[in-house]
């Protein structure tokens, strides 16, 4: 059987793969931030495979599940995302992205289930957190994970859609190291559920099969059946997020914490962007070629020359054929495009449009964009003209970088380092 991972990279979505790899079954998943690191375990298994390809991007995950032959797909975008920090961009993402997904699935022509993968955040500061509870969130994160399962619920109902929900504590550790690290970011908590990183995935895999009863998006609460006082951990009490529901249904328990080791054993290793080269041949797309090589990373050449006559759909295929998690465009150097409407016409298409349309594309499928401008023309020209109106309408473009004609050492990291829609990781 094969399963997509949605949502990116996380501890949660990975260490999944970990467990689902070990079961046997293919596991595709889908990232497009190059910060992240995965195991090496992971990444050197012939069933696996890590595809640049952002949740937002419906076309492309319709693909992946037909293609793949999925048969369940697991979405961890509520694990990735950090909606504290940047709520309505965050949010917009979080919706953006899980709508996707239920087209897509919806669309393909063989439907996977769905297991999402929420937060004890929805309940806000409830103190009966079981899963018929009304849902009362009182932070961005809470209100995020209570959007989300909702879109997914509508999904199930309209679409009849297998789907189930898993709800995880707000703690999830991998190590002692790692417990204790959490721990001195929660002072504000008296008592907060801890639960061991492959509890919460042995939890997920054991409600999977759950997705296809008759009830639609049914819920489940994975935890610890304590809580922990934050301030001395060998304080506990019984938790007020029930687990009753999921001990009754599967055959399902958290371990003891006590189980958890100093550190983490696993050697990680970074993944490498793929970077997607338009414009013409040009001494600075050369350097910018070789630089990248050089690094290691993987960089292709866009098969794409005739700015004016290529099509929207053309650019938009090799994308999904590519998938590269950054897109980068060099504009002509030296042409000053004087004379007729005919280089007008090519002017515009060269200079404007084509910028445009790669920072529109990179944005709707939260790509990173570096747009490499022409700075070194002095005189006042037609294509100068073009390039200063182009700049303008790219400032309006989160995802897009304009830089000017030159490449030293600094200009691959400031590139490569860029986030995408401004979501940092969050701790559930």
Known sequence: MSVLITGGVSKITVKLAEELLKNGRNVVLLQNSSS???PDAVLSNSSFSLVNLSSVNEDGVKEVIETKNIQTVFDGSLT????????????????????????????????????????????GSSVNRVETQPLEPVTFVGSAQMSVEAMVHSYAVSYRIPIVIGRLPRVIVSSKNELESELKNLKDLEYVNILETSDAVRGLLSIEKLALSQKPAEVFNIANSQEFRVSNISESRNSALSISKILSETAWKPSDLSTLPSESQENFKEIKPVFLLFGGDSELKTQFFELVKLEGFVVKESSISNFQEASDKSVIEEINTVKPSHLVYFGNETESFEGDCFTLRTNMATNLYFPWLLASLSEKNSLHFTHFGNTAIS????????????????????????????????????IKGRKTGGLLNNNI
């Open 36 to 38: 992240e690191s995965i």
């Open 80 to 123: 990735t995302s950090d909606v504290s920090l940047e709520p309505i961009q965050g949010a917009k993402k979080l919706i953006l992205g899980i709508t996707s997904v239920l087209d897509a699935i919806r669309k393909s022509k063989s439907p996977p289930s769905l297991v999402l993968i929420s937060g004890e955040e929805v309940y």
């Open 379 to 414: 005189q006042e020209t037609s294509s100068l003209s073009v390039k200063g109106y182009t700049g303008k309408m790219l400032e309006y473009f989160e995802n897009t970088l304009r830089l000017g004609t030159k490449i030293d050492k600094n200009t691959l990291g400031l």
